[in-house]
């Protein structure tokens, strides 16, 4: 079990390490390198996107937002802390910005689940289908939290500062929504 920790704890720090070059090549012009910034963090940008906007078009150009603002802004990236971090934290503040600008919130619509990147090979359509709708049902703010766990990779103490949430309340509604999904998920596969 140790040994499992460890290989998990070195694959996320190779990981980190990868998403900062690649910033850091990005800020000296690198088009490749941003390829690659974009083709492995797109998933966790749409998602945090469309957890805050609760629109899948309206996501998709935060999205698009987001990368411009990195490209512009890498040069002046300094790694300090987790580089995913950084760049949802600019997808965040560009998100709140369109709310205020709109006055408003929403919640999501079976167009946008469906948007949400593709699940790991081997989740089956209806596996997919039952985990969207156990999704739907927890509070926005749960599903926020576990989506940017379980898409972004995110470290609960990362989100907590991206959410602007003390640790203590991510924690408590990570563990209270997954119960939640646990409880809906028994209940759709024993109907």
Do not use: C
Not at 23 to 36: I, M, S
């Amino acid at each position: 079990m140790l040994a499992a920790l460890w290989v998990q704890t070195t694959e996320e720090e190779d990981a980190r390490r990868e998403l900062e070059r690649l910033l850091l090549l990005t800020g000296q012009g690198n088009r490749e390198a941003f390829g690659l910034l974009y083709a492995k963090t797109r998933g966790a940008v749409y998602a945090l996107a469309l957890s805050l906007l609760g629109d899948a078009h309206e996501a998709q150009d935060i999205a698009q937002d987001a990368y411009v603002r990195v490209w512009e802004s890498a040069p002046s990236y300094r790694p300090q802390g987790s580089p995913m971090a950084w760049l949802l934290t600019v997808t965040r503040n560009l998100a709140r910005s369109r709310l205020r600008q709109n006055g408003r919130q929403t919640t999501l619509d079976e167009e946008a689940w469906n948007a949400i990147p593709a699940a790991p090979p081997g989740v089956s359509p209806e596996d997919r289908q039952v985990l969207q709708e156990a999704l739907a049902r927890l509070e926005p703010e749960e599903r926020q939290i576990i989506l940017l766990h379980a898409i972004s990779g995110l470290k609960h103490r990362e989100i907590a500062q991206l959410l602007e949430r003390p640790l203590s309340t991510v924690l408590s509604k990570y563990h209270r929504g997954l119960k939640k999904m646990k409880a809906l998920m028994k209940g759709e596969s024993d109907q």
